[in-house]
């Protein structure tokens, strides 16, 4: 594998082949692509076996010509598009979205679920200049689990219409960040939902544990109407148990008057109850 000093750090050196002084620099960069020009054809060709044959060096490589001075993005690693290219794969970040930008994430991408009607709080992730992702938190959907200091992941959502190679991590990090801000709210623990064929794995790399499984059944009932889109699925509940931080701005809210303390298997069986009406 080439592991020189690139070409550019070394601009009298002459080229190969062409002879000429070697000159390599970034072109034009367009979301997950470049094009980069070169004093030759010959050594363009050779560079660009390069970097599909080692993508590490193909990453040291793209920082010596100041790619991510030019894109203002940190650049994670050169990946593979799936398609026997090369895509920039940036560091993900996580960042404020609005409401309707949240919305028209989760009706464009969400694989199975509607927007919720209402939510406490969300958040996007990005992939240098590309939404990749979204994250609805609000009170959880099972009435017998409101007014427990829980809130509830109602909907994350990762754009699947992209490398798989951008996406990587990007459900745990979502995942991450909705417990650590609902920690940060003051609320004690936190839980979601996967279909029970989804293997949960960003969620156990988050930290997450499995609590239970729950049988589709149906959110509908004559008290409430519910979407019943993918409702005969049973349901892995999983849940982190937080420890509110210092700097907490509120309390959980006070449990119900018509709370009891059940045990949480019971608890399963009421709010499965519940959901059949
Ligand atoms: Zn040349």
């Not at 034009?28 to 004093?39: D, S, Y």
């Not at 993508?55 to 894109?71: G, I, M, N, Q, S």
């Not at 919720?116 to 996007?124: E, I, L, Y």
């Not at 997450?208 to 109407?225: I, P, Q």
């Amino acid at each position: 594998m080439p592991d020189t000093v690139p070409p550019s750090a070394n601009p009298v050196i002459p080229c190969m082949f062409c002879g000429q002084p070697e000159h390599v620099e970034i072109f034009e960069v367009w979301g997950h692509e470049w094009m980069f020009e070169t004093c030759c054809e010959g050594l363009h060709e050779q560079l660009a076996i390069e970097m599909a044959e080692d993508p590490e060096w193909a990453k040291r490589f793209l920082r010596t010509l100041d790619l991510e001075v030019l894109c203002g993005c940190k650049l994670r690693r050169v990946a593979d598009d799936g398609a026997c290219g090369v895509i920039l794969d940036w560091a993900l970040e996580i960042r404020e979205i609005d409401r309707d930008c949240a919305k028209r994430f989760i009706v464009q991408h969400h694989a199975h679920c509607r927007v919720p009607v209402t939510w406490r709080f969300h958040t996007g992730i990005y992939n240098g200049r590309t939404l990749l992702g979204a994250a609805l938190v609000g009170n959880p959907v099972a009435p017998a689990l409101n007014g427990r200091g829980i809130l509830e992941v109602n909907r994350l959502c990762i754009r699947r219409d992209t490398a798989a190679a951008l996406r990587w991590n990007a459900a745990s990090m979502l995942y991450g960040w909705c417990a650590r801000e609902a920690a940060r709210r003051g609320w004690r623990k936190i839980i979601t939902y996967t279909r029970a064929d989804e293997p949960g794995t960003s969620l156990r790399a988050a930290g997450w544990k499995m609590e239970s499984r729950v049988r589709g059944r149906g959110w509908h009932s004559a008290r409430r109407a519910r979407s019943n889109t993918n409702s005969w699925i049973d349901k892995i509940r999983w849940a982190r148990d937080l420890v509110p931080t210092a700097s907490a701005s509120r309390a959980p809210l006070p449990a119900r008057s018509d709370d009891r303390s059940i045990p949480s298997g019971e608890l399963l069986e009421l709010s499965t109850a519940r959901w059949m009406g």
